[in-house]
């Protein structure tokens, strides 16, 4: 077996869990695969017994690895989908970050979720992802989130007008600070803070949640999956941004966005004592009386 392990920088405190993990796996003779930038900070923080194999691209990943462990927040998973992409490798999220919806193991878990591995003791949750098109290409082969499609202004303090078609009929009109095109993975996401609702994963659903609209009558809206989605962006300075995830382009006003979901899906590995539901009601704290 070889499991792949992509990372960012952790607190001080994680280094004893993530020591641990490297020794486990070593113990059990589990092949490392180590994303490159993050295998200097191995070396700089933890002992290797021996030196790793690396891989920098989805290239020299995609047919190198079984499993591979996410080591950070959330945003860390969201970059490690990128070297992923449809090799169908599923990923386990190792939560060294803040809050964590999908990078739901927590350091003190380290050692049963290696475990449930090993006996194959876990769920396979397929995540869907939207695909941008555009004409001239934006994201080139990463044109792909997990969690969400941004639309945002750029260089103004003043709104952006977005129109917006599903399936070439037109939805509405959006002035707001911007747009948030989201998967039910992203729903926890930025579109939640948005004012988006939460959606079950494998409900096959788009959420559609503007950014501080001008009207307060302007809400979330939930299509489809199977929905098409176009938006015509309208700037004052011509020029708006678009994100994935975490990467980000400008773009200028010329530009036509297509958004759908994309033709593969993400692996996600779910210990069988962590369900979502279970990450929502402990992340978001639900049913505590904080008054005592």
């Given at each position: 077996m070889t499991i792949a392990i992509f990372g960012s920088p952790y607190p001080e405190h994680f280094?004893?869990?993530?020591?641990?993990?490297?020794?486990k796996l070593e113990s059990e003779h589990i092949k490392i695969i180590v994303e490159e930038e993050f295998y200097v900070f191995l070396q700089n923080n933890i002992r290797l017994t021996n030196k790793k194999a690396t891989f920098n691209s989805y290239e020299s990943l995609k047919e190198?690895?079984?499993?591979?462990?996410?080591?950070?927040?959330?945003?860390?998973?969201?970059?490690?989908?990128?070297?992923?992409?449809?090799?169908?490798?599923?990923?386990?999220g190792i939560n060294t970050g803040r809050l964590g919806f999908i990078s739901s193991i927590s350091a003190g878990q380290i050692d049963d979720a290696i475990n449930d591995i090993l006996k194959r003791n876990f769920i396979?949750?397929?995540?869907?992802l939207l695909e941008l098109t555009t004409e001239n290409n934006l994201f080139k082969e990463k044109n792909f989130a997990l969690n969400e499609v941004a639309i945002s202004k750029k260089d103004t303090s003043s709104m952006i007008?977005?129109?917006?078609?599903?399936?070439?009929?037109?939805?509405?009109?959006?002035w707001a600070d911007g747009l948030v095109i989201s998967t039910?993975?992203?729903?926890?996401?930025?579109?939640?803070?948005?004012?988006?609702?939460?959606?079950m994963p494998g409900?096959?659903?788009?959420?559609?949640?503007?950014?501080a609209p001008h009207n307060l009558n302007v809400r979330p809206i939930v299509l489809n999956d199977t929905s098409v989605l176009k938006l015509k962006v309208d700037d004052r300075d011509q020029l708006a941004l678009v994100s994935l995830d975490s990467r980000s382009r400008a773009f200028d006003s010329d530009t036509e966005l297509l958004i759908k979901k994309a033709d593969f899906k993400i692996k996600l590995i779910q210990p069988q004592d962590n369900s979502f539901t279970s990450t929502i009601r402990n992340k978001l704290m639900w049913g505590l009386d904080k008054r005592s």
């Open positions: 280094t004893k869990y993530i020591q641990h993990l490297v020794k190198n690895a079984d499993f591979l462990l996410s080591i950070g927040g959330d945003g860390t998973l969201l970059k490690a989908v990128t070297f992923v992409r449809e090799s169908n490798i599923p990923i386990m396979i949750n397929e995540r869907a007008r977005i129109d917006a078609f599903v399936d070439d009929e037109f939805l509405n009109t959006y039910p993975t992203g729903s926890t996401g930025y579109s939640l803070s948005c004012g988006g609702p939460i959606i409900t096959n659903n788009i959420i559609v949640t503007p950014n």
